[in-house]
């Protein structure tokens, strides 16, 4: 039977987690309440994996349509008779209470106890959560070929080209004011009389930031040189190689650049990106059967929002 809309009594755009417990949804014959979902979003909230704004319409509907999908996946996993491996239920279980309880079962009392749930309801939304991602393992399961790899590489060059780039670090003190911006104008000067030659430029702001407690280093890494702002772009352009920029007064801040490296505009070889592009178009193309599969079991299922 296909996937059934309630008329007129919901849509995403206005979604809104009610006050008073109701149900919020049909999936063949079992219902989701609105305390349901709110536990769903709280329990989500607490694993710190929760991106949008707690409560708004779109939120709300997406945990609704992952406990559909769940119950989906569960319904299904039963109806094929399947069965998990014990060791990998008890793998989920362990990361889980790692991940939302740090490992401490104190933690999870009071969770539980928060939430009026016992540790056999717990154990089973466990279960359910490692049928999902052993059910999404097995239906994603096949490998890359290495032919498409090598043919993404070809048909997608600009992805692996890089401008020439430069190896930095940088030195900041910021100010508050025009007087601590003229105080600090000799302060720099004298510390730069006493750059230790061939020396990185972290080792010489941990000697600085003995006179200068509020002096921060960074190392940029390799920088393009358009990534950085126009002054500084300046500066740096004619730098050799273990050079550095005078103090540089920006906005509220006094800025020092070291250059390290340099290195020109190439391509990356495929074997410098084969393993993490294999790893990358294995994650798109599980992302993409994951979500044909569902569809399907969307198509064949009996839902309705209410």
Known sequence: MPVMSALGLLSPGAFALPTADRFV??????AISSWQLEQEC???????AE???AGDPESLRQHLDEMIDRRLIVREFERRKGKIPPAFVEQHYQEYLQDR???????????????GKS???FKEEIRQHAIV????QERTKDPIRPSEIVEYYRRHPEEFYHKAQLQLQQALVPYGNEAERDSLRPKLAALLKTWHAGEDLSKNCSFWRRELPALQYQNLGWTAL???RPEL???????GEDEHTPWLELSQAFVLLHRSGQRPAHRQALAEVYASLQEALLERQQQERYERWIQELRAKAFIRYL
């Open 51 to 53: 991106t949008g704004t």
């Open 226 to 228: 358009g990534d950085l």
């Open 42 to 48: 709280q329990a989500v909230q607490a694993a710190g």
């Open 133 to 136: 991602h052993f059910m999404r």
């Open 101 to 115: 309880f740090h490992n401490q079962r104190r933690l999870l009392a009071d969770y539980l106890h928060r939430h």
């Open 119 to 121: 540790v056999q309801e």
């Open 233 to 239: 772009q300046e500066a740096v352009r004619e730098l």
């Open 25 to 30: 949804a049909l999936v063949e014959d079992q």
